[in-house]
């Protein structure tokens, strides 16, 4: 008898079970169904980035400087979704007739959709957008984007002639100071000084090339200066050769004592930190200054604005903390742009485990919207499965129980009597119904409770939000007796 109750228990229980697995799998395709057709991934992932871009700039909207810094934000996160490497990863899948037919109908339901609920389609003309980025892909095309490196080698450049065109300036000060007397000598000495100039210009033009790395120039600038300093010793009189050694000596001591080399370096190299150091400045300096540089550097200055205009204020502060932190770790590394687009990467990382927890909790509220309006529709009332599920347990037991007494009071039941007790129990266990549906209470109500109370109503809500969760949540909860 024992066993007989506890299989009765446990079949009480998978009823249960069963109940929320079947409807939780339902809820679990229909958010399934939703999130493709509303892609809420692409969505949430393209919002995400424009906070991350914005940084606290989106908290206040009303503001009319905010307001031009979310376009900006805006603008930015368009043209990185246009970058190529971005494109790449939206992919729309097969090509076959039946995968366009399919995609067809999933962005027209997409678009009735978004119109009845007024939501704007973020992706522009595009129907679709990538649900992932990588870390890694994001930094490269910011980079690409922004023109980055492209920027940071004509900052590179246009210090390294600034440098070199000093050096020249000082060489002809030196030069004016001997006043030399002889013409033949003032005409080799100025020809060996043009000479000079063109082989340092020549140096310049290697280095835009890409012929030659930063040291590698200055190196080669530094052998110029000694050749120079060879040919002009042996073409100027004793009287004037010691005081133009030394004072060449002084020229060449920048790129000769190695800390000197070191902080020389440090302000010419093509590095993420002096680009932002320079936007600074550019953005810092008076209108009369800006047109003095937009004069005399008119290319750097207009990819310089171009940039400023493109980049929200907040990046600009986020990409210099970020170009700063790279900047300490370029020694360990050697390579200034790749460690600055790693920090570009662990920066997007962090904001989007930030996002991705924004996500879940959307989806799990999403989830129980789902699982309570399959309460509903269906009638799945938590209180009651467990109020009729224990009502059929006891006459499932109670059946069993006469069964079993009627055939212990007779000991050799004939066959008749056999298949009445079989016909019985089958009668009994026909009027257990699955306690789920609308039908199913308007045939258990009773003259008694025609008027549903206003308690009954509340336990009927509770029921439902009750099942809602164990709906959303899987069907676990329909494990617990």
Do not use: C
Request: aromatic share 6%.
């Amino acid at each position: 008898m024992f066993y007989v109750d506890l299989s009765l228990k446990i079949i009480t229980i998978q009823q249960r079970f069963f109940i929320y697995l079947i409807f939780s799998v339902l809820a679990s395709e229909i958010q399934s169904i939703l999130t493709i057709i509303l892609q809420w991934r692409a969505t949430h992932l393209k919002k995400s980035i424009e906070e991350l871009i914005a940084g606290e700039t989106h908290i206040n909207k009303n503001n009319s400087k905010s307001s031009t810094e979310i376009e900006k934000v805006q603008k930015l996160t368009k043209s990185l979704y246009q970058n190529q490497l971005i494109k790449n990863l939206n992919y729309s899948g097969g090509k076959g007739p039946l995968e366009r037919v399919f995609r067809k109908i999933i962005h027209v339901v997409g678009n009735l959709s978004r119109a009845v609920g007024g939501i704007n389609n973020i992706f522009d003309a595009e129907k679709t957008a990538p649900s992932h980025i990588p870390s890694d892909t994001f930094a490269a095309s910011l980079i690409d984007t922004l023109k980055l490196q492209e920027l940071m080698q004509m900052i590179s450049e246009d210090k390294l002639r600034d440098f070199t065109d000093n050096i020249l300036v000082k060489i002809e000060k030196i030069l004016d100071k001997l006043k030399i007397e002889d013409s033949s000598q003032q005409k080799k000495i100025q020809a060996e000084f043009e000479n000079l100039h063109q082989e340092l210009n020549q140096n310049i033009q290697d280095y835009q090339n890409n012929l030659a790395n930063l040291d590698l120039t200055l190196d080669r600038t530094l052998n110029k200066l000694d050749l120079y300093t060879e040919k002009s010793l042996e073409i100027l009189p004793d009287k004037d050769s010691k005081e133009f050694n030394s004072q060449i000596n002084l020229v060449k001591q920048v790129l000769k004592n190695p800390h000197e080399r070191k902080v020389l370096v440090t302000k010419m190299e093509p590095s993420s930190s002096n680009l932002f150091k320079f936007l600074r400045e550019i953005m810092e300096m008076g209108k009369a200054a800006q047109t003095d540089l937009q004069n005399n550097k008119k290319e750097i200055h207009q990819k310089a604005i171009e940039m400023i205009e493109l980049l929200p204020e907040s990046l600009q502060k986020s990409l210099y903390i970020l170009a700063k932190q790279a900047t300490t770790k370029i020694s360990a590394t050697g390579n200034a742009l790749h460690q600055f687009q790693k920090e570009i990467e662990r920066w997007f990382d962090s904001k989007m485990e930030r996002a991705a927890g924004v996500y879940k909790r959307n989806a799990k509220g999403v989830a129980f919207l789902i699982g309570v309006t399959i309460a509903i529709a269906a009638n799945i009332n938590t209180l009651n499965i467990v109020d009729n599920l224990s009502k059929d347990f006891l006459m499932r037991a109670t059946i069993n129980s006469y069964s079993q007494e009627l055939i212990n009071n007779n000991s050799n039941p004939n066959e008749l009597e056999i298949g009445e007790i079989q016909n019985q129990v089958n009668a009994a266990l026909d009027n257990l119904e699955l306690p789920i549906g609308w039908g199913q209470e308007q045939t258990n109500k009773t003259s008694v409770s025609q008027s549903i109370t206003y308690l009954e109503g509340l336990k009927k809500i509770l029921g439902w939000l009750i099942s809602g969760i164990a709906i959303s949540m899987g069907g676990i909860s329909g494990l617990i007796y």
